[in-house]
């Protein structure tokens, strides 16, 4: 998870330290970002892809973007948003392609470890949290990427908006119907 | 709770761990790009990229500039000449206080050092002086055009343990300084000491402001535009103090100076508390474990002395090729970072080059380090002696090294004599008919 209270203060100060080392071109802050997002990042991709491998390979691609931006791109919002936002992106993409191939919606795709026969989501979770992976599954991709990207990373719905290229209202709406869904679907451990 | 609350919670239980697979892949693109940067590092970067770029001189030009405003605007005055009722009641309360706090922001605005831009830089700055424990000044430095922050720093002037450190937090990184005798007296002293103020402004012509208010408080201004206030140092200067006329006691400093052409900075000091209660712990730098040396970690001050003047001017001289036109400390390190430009190098200047291409980058940092501190030291020799007034004069535009038969430096060391640093860097003792001769230019 991306660090709560005082601990969170502390991160965000550090981020604050590899962004402008990171703007200033020095490459020593990559293992550093790496290390710090990895599991995260892996965690949201496969959250929204199902299938570890496709997963981490959103997140490689990622990363080796950043690599290669290290000094050239200035980020200037929180680092783990931006990491976050160009995972999703990225995992988006990968299902963009699965869609072409299938001819069908976004959100109709099913998640791909469906037709893969790639591990199962005991192999990609702990059990305690077997049942809200089961649930997220069950969102259509679009609710379930804005449900993560609020909730698990904590980027606000205008950012998650604009960099979707959504309105706001669009964005609140599948958190609407996507928050709705998992409470239906998770109703006994959510009301615990 | 509310079941979105429980649903985030549930949500950030999430966890899958990166596999080895992805790590490795990743490092790999990571040292890739790693290698890339020392190839290109192996290129060699001219000392005057290392100098310019390094983090260090970056911290270390500004503080040259903090370092000369310090010493050359508030340094311990010699015996106050001008009688003045007001401003001789308002240091008789200053002395009273044991410790007392105060804020500063400074901002220099120009080209601190050839080739590189024009800026503006903000320094916000928060200090404690006790008579007893020495100084600690936490410093934030921010680039006025795009508003980012460019370093913080911590630094502590321990008088005691002659010793100064400086604490990075961005960095992670410390570094140590020792003061020889001369320049911790001085120190002692100083660090924007309002009662140093008030000494230099007592020692200036000064005109008195009148009553005026700020923040509520009825005070009384005075003003100098004096350039003995920083001895000669700084082109143009105009410093006001307002006191509060009940307590006697600063409410807030203006100063604006001009450096030279190119460089200009003002100021104001304000919030002091006076009589505040610190205690030793809050003097003691406070050095996380993981935080680690700067190269130059234990490198001593520039010295002010005769020799290390001398030793500045041959550096100087070997390197540029000349000597310095002016000795003003901001003049002296834009002239001596000119040489980056120069079309013919000396031998010195090109022998310098090849040794730094060959060294680690954190090698070259501590020589950078080495290299300018024998200036700073000219420069700071020839400031105190114009703040002590010591009737120096410098002829550095028109001798030329080796010129055996002129005078390149002089001051006065009594009433009838003077020392003299000729062309060719030795130093004797003259009297003043003596000196009126070795100045005389020929054909008069």
Redesign the interface.
């Known amino acids: 998870?991306f660090g709560t209270g005082k601990q969170k203060d502390n991160l965000v100060l550090e981020d604050r330290?590899l962004i402008?080392k990171f703007n200033h071109g020095n490459?020593?802050v990559?293992?550093r970002v790496?290390e710090k997002y990895?599991?995260d990042?892996?965690?949201l991709a496969?959250?929204l892809l199902f299938d570890?491998n496709t997963?981490?390979d959103a997140?490689?691609d990622v990363?080796?973007s950043f690599?290669?931006s290290?000094g050239k791109l200035r980020v200037t919002e929180s680092l783990k948003g931006y990491l976050a936002t160009c995972v999703a992106n990225s995992a988006r993409n990968k299902m963009k392609v699965l869609e072409r191939h299938h001819s069908v919606g976004l959100d109709e795709v099913a998640p791909i470890s469906a037709e893969s026969n790639s591990p199962d989501l005991s192999a990609?979770?702990?059990e305690?949290?077997q049942s809200?992976?089961y649930a997220?599954r069950q969102l259509p991709y679009q609710q379930r990427e804005v449900?993560?990207l609020h909730?698990?990373t904590g980027l606000k719905f205008r950012t998650i908006a604009k960099s979707q290229g959504e309105s706001i209202n669009t964005i609140q709406g599948r958190w609407r119907y996507g928050?709705a869904k998992?409470?239906s679907l998770?109703n006994s451990?959510?009301?615990? | 709770m509310r079941p979105a609350e429980n649903i985030g919670k549930l949500i950030k239980k999430l966890h899958t761990a990166a596999s080895a697979e992805l790590d490795k892949k990743v490092y790999s693109e990571i040292s890739k790009a790693l290698a890339e940067d020392k190839k290109s590092a192996a290129v060699g970067p001219s000392v005057w990229r290392i100098i310019m770029k390094s983090k260090l001189t970056k911290l270390a030009a500004p503080a040259v500039v903090i370092v000369a405003v310090l010493i050359g605007v508030n340094r311990f005055g010699g015996s106050i000449d001008v009688a003045s009722v007001a401003l001789g009641n308002v240091l008789e309360r200053i002395e009273q206080s044991q410790a007392f706090t105060y804020r500063m922001k400074m901002t220099m605005t120009g080209v601190m050092m050839p080739g590189t831009p024009s800026g503006k830089r903000v320094m916000d700055g928060t200090v404690v002086i006790s008579n007893s424990y020495g100084m600690k000044m936490e410093m934030t430095m921010t680039d006025a055009n795009t508003g980012r922050e460019e370093m913080t720093q911590q630094m502590y002037v321990l008088p005691d343990q002659k010793v100064m450190f400086m604490v990075m937090p961005e960095q992670k990184k410390y570094t140590r300084m020792e003061f020889d005798d001369d320049l911790l007296a001085r120190m002692k002293k100083q660090n924007n000491d309002p009662r140093e103020m008030v000494k230099q402004i007592m020692n200036c012509r000064y005109t008195e402001l009148g009553r005026s208010v700020i923040d509520g408080v009825e005070v009384e201004g005075f003003r100098t535009t004096d350039t003995s206030f920083s001895g000669g140092a700084i082109e143009d200067v105009n410093v006001t103090l307002w006191v509060d006329v009940e307590q006697w006691l600063p409410v807030r400093t203006e100063m604006d100076f001009k450096m030279n052409e190119q460089m200009e900075m003002s100021g104001v000091v304000y919030d002091y508390q006076w009589n505040v209660q610190v205690g030793a712990s809050e003097f003691e730098p406070v050095i996380p474990e993981d935080y680690t040396a700067f190269p130059t970690d234990g490198m001593k001050m520039p010295s002010i002395t005769e020799e290390a003047a001398v030793e500045g001017l041959k550096f100087f001289a070997e390197i540029v090729g000349q000597y310095p036109k002016k000795l003003n400390l901001i003049n002296l390190m834009q002239e001596f970072s000119a040489i980056k430009d120069s079309e013919h190098p000396t031998e010195a200047a090109l022998k310098l080059r090849e040794e730094m291409k060959q060294m680690q980058k954190e090698e070259n940092i501590e020589k950078a380090v080495d290299m300018m501190r024998p200036v700073q030291s000219l420069g700071m020799f020839y400031m105190t002696l114009l703040q002590d007034r010591k009737d120096p004069a410098y002829y550095g535009d028109s001798v030329l090294p080796g010129d055996a038969d002129r005078v390149l430096m002089r001051w006065k060391i009594s009433d009838d004599q003077y020392r003299v640093i000729f062309g060719d860097l030795t130093a004797e003792t003259v009297s003043a008919q003596q000196l009126a001769e070795l100045e005389k230019q020929p054909g008069e």
């Open positions: 998870m330290l402008r490459r020593q990559l293992g790496y990895k599991d990042l892996v965690t496969v959250a570890k997963a981490e997140v490689h990363f080796v690599i290669k290290c990609m979770f702990a305690q949290s809200m992976a997220l449900i993560l909730l698990y928050l998992l409470r998770l451990e959510v009301e615990k």
